[in-house]
């Protein structure tokens, strides 16, 4: 049974609750077929993006403030032959035209470094606030925590 199952939802919220499912998941499909533009147009033009390589570190890796700043983030995708995030759980709270959420991505990377493919798997947990403008939802901020990774050869 779901949290909500003893509670009514309204129309507006379930709403709510797609596009914002819709929204981190555009995310995921901008970045596998290298649409930087589209995956930038996601965030809020103040947008807040924070990367944590290691997620048990209090200090990012990387922090970028507003949203062209985000372009040489998108850009490093095209290092990899190809990349496919696959979204997992994921949880919102909902407050007026705010939101708040969390949710599991297991990215996959390959490459060919040294001419040999290669395979990264990393897990990753986007720690995200979220903002309606005009009706639409953006990323106001979104912390990427990368939880672990496996590297490995990986055959055709």
């Known amino acids: 049974m779901g949290i909500h199952a ?17 929204l981190v998941d ?11 533009e589209g995956q930038m147009a996601l965030f809020a033009k ?3 993006f924070v990367v944590h390589m290691d997620s048990r570190s209090p200090e990012p ?14 850009a490093n995708l095209n290092t ?6 696959f979204n997992g759980q994921s949880t919102v709270t909902i407050d ?19 001419g040999r493919r290669t395979l990264m798997v990393a897990s990753i947990r986007y720690l995200d606030t979220f903002t309606k403008l005009d009706g639409q939802w953006f990323f106001a901020e979104r912390k990427l925590m ?7 050869p990986s055959t055709p």
């Open 61 to 74: 890796t990387q922090e970028l403030h507003g949203r062209d700043a985000l372009a040489p983030v998108f």
């Open 96 to 114: 007026g035209d705010t939101a708040t959420g969390e949710t599991y991505c297991l990215a996959h990377h390959v490459w060919h470094p040294d």
């Open 146 to 152: 990368v939880d672990w990774t496996e590297t490995r």
């Open 46 to 48: 103040d947008t807040h």
């Open 6 to 22: 003893a509670v009514s939802m309204s129309e507006r919220e379930a709403a709510d609750r797609v596009a914002l499912r819709e």
């Open 26 to 36: 555009a995310y995921a499909r901008c970045a596998d077929t290298r649409d930087a």
């Open 80 to 85: 990899y032959d190809a990349t496919t995030h």
